[in-house]
């Protein structure tokens, strides 16, 4: 099992900056690929950004790319979002979620509770 943990969440105004964190726990540890997610209210959750098991490759959606940065350290069982220059529709409830087992897909078994992230104008 792993547990995960979001931090680092917070009220912010546009044009600022925040960092998430997320903390990976447990006893069973697979060094896959981890994300984060983003769900809004009544919208659907959608992909912010991942990041491949050695941290080499990094995806974005189209709306963070340029703005946001995706790392992780996998010697503390953790990953980061940073995320700059935040606009209002950035606000929303940030998830992160790992594998269970290293896999090329996109599928992700284990979830984080979430961590609000809101922008102000």
């Known amino acids: 099992q792993v547990q995960l943990e979001e931090s680092g969440g917070g009220l912010v105004q546009a044009g600022g900056s925040l960092r998430l964190s997320c903390a990976a726990s447990?006893?069973?540890?697979?060094?896959?690929?981890m994300g984060w997610f983003r769900q809004a209210p009544g919208k659907e959750r959608e992909i912010v950004a991942a990041?491949?098991?050695?941290?080499?490759?990094?995806f974005y959606v189209a709306s963070v790319k340029g703005r946001f940065t995706i790392s992780r350290d996998n010697a503390k069982n953790t990953m980061y979002l940073q995320m700059n220059n935040l606009i209002p529709e950035d606000t929303a409830v940030y998830l992160c979620?790992?594998?269970?087992?290293?896999?090329?897909?996109?599928?992700?078994?284990?979830w984080g509770q979430g961590t609000q992230v809101t922008v102000s104008s």
């Open positions: 990041i491949s098991a050695s941290g080499d490759n990094t």
């Open positions: 447990g006893r069973t540890w697979r060094e896959g690929i």
């Open positions: 979620a790992a594998q269970s087992t290293p896999q090329s897909k996109m599928k992700f078994d284990y």
